[in-house]
């Protein structure tokens, strides 16, 4: 591996324009001196591809290192010959946008751009998530990377600190039933001696993780794909960790890689429909795949009351829609149904009425 391994950050975008932009901005002020930025378009129905296009002839100062791609010539590893300047430019001028027809999830998103970078010519040592709603220090990418090589791991991630706050979102330090005992049971660990810069953890932030290639593809021979599909958003960055840990691969926290978190706008916040379905179902899914018995029974106890209050709160505050969505979640997670929700779509509009209340 070169002196500094070659990263590619993947971003994606859905309908999120703005946040793509100031994100993109943040990723051009890295010290890292060797990355590639992918922006994936996940089937905006909005005006995002103009949008990112116009940045792009704007903002960059060599217009042949910007490569803009179908999702069919990424995952047939791009085309070397209208990539070869991308080569030669310098990291914060490299630029590919990969345009996919249909929303495939954060998952599917993501996972093409994975299958692009492992493919193409030269392959990624490392592929850093990166949400589209996140800011990034300039040595985020630098601390993930060195903590990588110094202690093997197989996935880092960075501390996620909410956006205009001092307050730590995710900080790794947490037992494996934290993750799903979340509703009900309040704590962290603090950071073990003599590596305060860095400690093990049991799963990252998909806000900012980043990710070896040796993990990507041994998760991908075990699995036959990357991210989990079947959850489509919301819990993948956990299944991930904890197949990688299974496989040998251990996962890192990075305290001083830094990235603030706009807390998931594109998908209408915290408490929107979307939110309240993947959130709850995909829960259930993960517990009754990871969890050793005993665990899995108490979780399964605590959780109805906990859905039933939720969906009851949703209702009482007159988002029944999210009432909703929370009951359907739950029963779709009990009957193993995973993939996109039946009635995603019909959450798009509301997820937009929430942009523009946030943009109002």
């Keep these: 591996m070169t002196e500094s391994p070659f990263v590619v950050i993947s971003i994606l ?34 005006d995002s591809v103009e949008r990112i296009r116009a940045w792009a002839k704007e903002s960059l100062p060599d217009q042949a290192a910007f490569v803009d791609c179908t999702r069919e010539t990424a995952l047939g590893g791009g085309n070397p010959s209208s990539e070869a300047p ?10 590919v946008l990969i345009r996919n027809e249909e929303n495939l999830g954060f998952t599917g998103g993501n996972n093409v751009v994975i299958h692009y970078s492992l493919h193409r010519s030269p392959t990624a040592d490392y592929v850093f998530l990166l949400n589209n709603d996140a800011i990034v220090e300039s040595d985020c990418l630098t601390c993930l990377v060195s903590v990588a090589r110094s202690t093997d791991a197989g996935v880092v991630g960075a501390a996620v600190i909410e956006e205009g706050t001092k307050r730590v979102i995710f900080r790794g330090r947490a037992p494996l039933v934290r993750h799903f005992f979340s509703p009900f049971l309040k704590w962290h660990l603090p950071p073990p001696e003599p590596n305060p810069g860095y400690w093990n953890a049991f799963t990252a932030a998909g806000t900012a993780m980043l990710i070896s290639r040796r993990t990507l593809e041994a ?17 993948e960055e956990h299944a991930f960790c904890f197949e990688a840990s299974k496989l040998g691969h251990e996962t890192f926290l990075a305290s001083e890689a830094v990235a603030y978190h706009k807390r998931g706008r594109s ?69 193993g149904v995973g993939g996109k929700w039946k009635y995603h779509d019909q959450a798009v509009s509301w997820a937009y009425d929430q942009i523009a209340r946030l943009g109002s």
Excluded at 21 to 33: A, F, N, Q, T
Aim: charged content about 20%; hydrophobic content about 40%; proline content about 4%.
């Design 267 to 335: 998908s209408g916040g915290r408490g929107g429909p979307i939110q309240c379905y993947y959130g709850n179902r995909n829960r259930v899914l993960l517990a009754n795949r990871e969890l050793p018995l005993v665990s899995k029974v108490l979780f399964h106890i605590a959780n109805m009351p906990f859905v039933f209050a939720q969906s009851i709160t949703h209702a009482v505050r007159h988002r029944r829609a999210s009432a909703r969505a929370v009951l359907q979640g739950v029963l779709d997670g009990y009957r």
């Design 219 to 235: 998760v991908n021979a075990y699995s036959a794909q990357y991210l989990d599909d079947r959850l489509f958003m919301y819990g």
């Design 13 to 46: 975008n859905w309908n999120g324009w703005r946040d793509t932009l100031e994100c993109l901005e943040s990723v051009r002020r890295l010290d890292y001196p060797n990355y590639l930025t992918v922006v994936v378009d996940n089937g905006s129905r909005n």
């Design 86 to 95: 991308l080569d030669a430019a310098e990291s914060p001028n490299r630029l």
